[in-house]
């Protein structure tokens, strides 16, 4: 059994260290000004820079919290991973998105098959699909060449992948619009329905299982709305799937079909050909190929990296150091770059269903607080959205995102004797200091900044597809790297079953009063029945 985590020699010793960084001498204002002090809390690795010099660590802390990582083994139990140990316990399965993008020529076994070998193959498959889709060889019913593309997929079969094709939009020169149908809700598909063309539109069904609610509500919608338009479904639907679900039946043919893997969970599966099919249509294999390159350069900074110079896990300990000492219990991703504006929705669904577990590895109740709320938006958009609780509310910790020569350079048009991009970047630099120093008004009190909170930026030189995976890899290693040293396992998601479950028997109800308008919802609790005689009423209640 592993030790727990508030044993650790380490751990003690953080708790003195937060007891004595609660002083006025440690307030950010005075940490900051301090010599050196970005060169001695910052780091470069993997073509990213990491500041973390506003962040509320000394260097006592920051020894305390590497020797934190030597303690609970975080390299070994990194590199244990990428090699195909089973650390989802829970499920029994290895965790290898990492594998995905392993050019090494590594041969990594799971199960008797060769992991790295099956997902070339499939990137093989996806390459050559994506080849003859725009080459105009692979066309809709109707003979239309293919110009919209439409992911139906809920979760880790869509967020991800979203993140890195709104990355990538000023590069996708495939004359392919790439469309979304994450939710259930018959707006959404109504409103997609509208702005695409039913003959020259792909529709890609992304589900492991292929047994997904909502997805397969979705696809149902797609299914009638292509017979309606009389096309035939083998020659717009393209299932993403596990060999041998319904979605890879040859007895119901699709245009194509590609593998998925269990040793692959959907909140870390778009560097497989869940990301591979839709982002190759759209921005083309070859840059989707460098996006994976990109992210396996960042897995091997992660995984060999001494501590005090690994970007995502000096981020990791930090992340803890916030949650479990400082006390914040929520945290914000805050990009600045519109290009990135997926990015936060993406790494709520990472790290909160990652990291949001009640129990250790080992079944035993967690003695300590997992996870953090992860909320963000692009800045500047965020300073005149949420940032005056960031200022002046309960303080939480931030990262923001910098990059140094965005898409768009051309547009060189000065306001205020400065450029778009060097007025984000006056921004990008002042609010880690704002809220770091504070402002002190004894006339005004509603004009009083406290400061001392806390900040990291994280700097990428530009928007390359290979800096968006090394971006994703980098939030990836961090969240694994924090279920580490809370002994969790980041891998599963038994949270989010309960409510289906209980959607199950209500769907149920529902669907018998569809068949017969005289059923009466009595088998429901008084709440659920009243919600349902609303909606089967079609009007409020009262």
Known sequence: MTQPVNDLKAWRRLEAHAERMAGPENHLSKLIATPDRLAGFSASGSGLFLDYSRQRVDADVMTTLVDLAGERELTRCFTGMVSGEIVNRTENRAALHTAARDFSGSKITVNGMDAVAELSRVNAEVREFARRIHSGELTGSTGKPFRHAVVIGIGGSYLGTEFVAAALAPVADKNIRLHFLPNVDIDCFGSLAQSIDPESTLWIIISKSYTTTETMANEAQ????????????????VTVTAKGSPGDDPANPVLASFHMFDFIGGRFSVTSAVGGVPLSLYAGFDRFERFLAGAGEMDRHAASAPPEKNLPLIAALISVWNNNFLGYPASAVIPYSTPLSRLPAHIQQLYMES??????????????????????????????????????????????????????????????????????????????????????DPENKARHFSGNRPSSTLLLNDLSPENIGKLLSFYEAKTVFEAFIWDINPFDQFGVELGKIMASDIRASMAKKNENPEHSFDDAGPIEKAYLEMLFGGSLLG
């Open 222 to 237: 797609a299914l009638a709305f292509l017979r309606e338009n009389n096309l035939d479904p083998k020659d717009h639907i």
């Open 355 to 440: 990291n949001g577990k009640g129990v250790t590895q080992d079944g035993m109740p967690l003695n300590t607080e997992s996870g953090m709320i992860v909320f963000g938006e692009p800045g500047t958009n965020a300073q005149h959205s949420f940032f005056q609780l960031a200022h002046q509310g309960r303080p939480f910790p931030i990262d923001f995102i910098g990059v140094v020569r965005p898409h768009f350079e051309a547009y060189r048009n000065r306001s205020k004797g400065v450029t778009n991009h060097q007025e984000l970047w006056a921004n990008l630099i002042a609010q880690p200091q704002a809220l770091a120093t504070g402002k002190a």
